[in-house]
């Protein structure tokens, strides 16, 4: 037969296992809803989970010559060099921002070749170059 004291310390033990569990369900779902992966413009175009309206993260190169810019607004390609996807930002640019340079965007894709950004990020030294963007330029150069 249990003992006072030894209900307590289980009672105290169990609670301490419930409270862990429920904070890490917790914080697993609300970063599996804030993360956004990383996806080149032959991914999207290649994958048909991805659903129009959706928030992600694409990188590439910018198309030499595919600069527009006026007032409100610049248009720009991103490429890997197989794909291509269309880019409308409006906000200050990167100065690290250019032709024939990497580029990372953030926005809201409207369909698969058209993305509304919200964020431009450009690379911070003109070496630098994810892996993985090393990798699949690498591929799809040949």
Do not use: C, W
């Not at 004291?5 to 609300?30: A, D, E, G, P």
């Not at 809803?33 to 413009?41: A, S």
């Amino acid at each position: 037969m249990l003992t006072k004291k030894i209900k307590t310390r289980l009672l105290f033990l169990i609670s301490i296992v419930f409270i862990t569990v429920f904070f890490l369900i917790f914080i697993y779902f609300n970063l599996k809803q804030n993360i956004l992966y990383f996806k080149t413009p032959s991914e999207i175009f290649m994958n048909n989970q991805i659903e129009r309206n959706s928030m992600i993260r694409v990188g590439g190169m910018v198309k030499k010559d595919s600069i527009l810019q006026n007032n409100d607004e610049i248009r720009f390609i991103l490429t890997d060099y197989e794909r291509e996807l269309i880019v409308v930002y409006s906000g200050t640019v990167p100065n690290l921002f250019s032709e024939d340079q990497g580029a990372v965007v953030e926005g809201i894709l409207n369909d698969k070749k058209y993305l509304i950004a919200d964020r431009i990020l450009a690379k911070h030294d003109e070496n630098y170059m994810p892996p993985q963007m090393k990798k699949i330029l690498k591929e799809n150069a040949k």
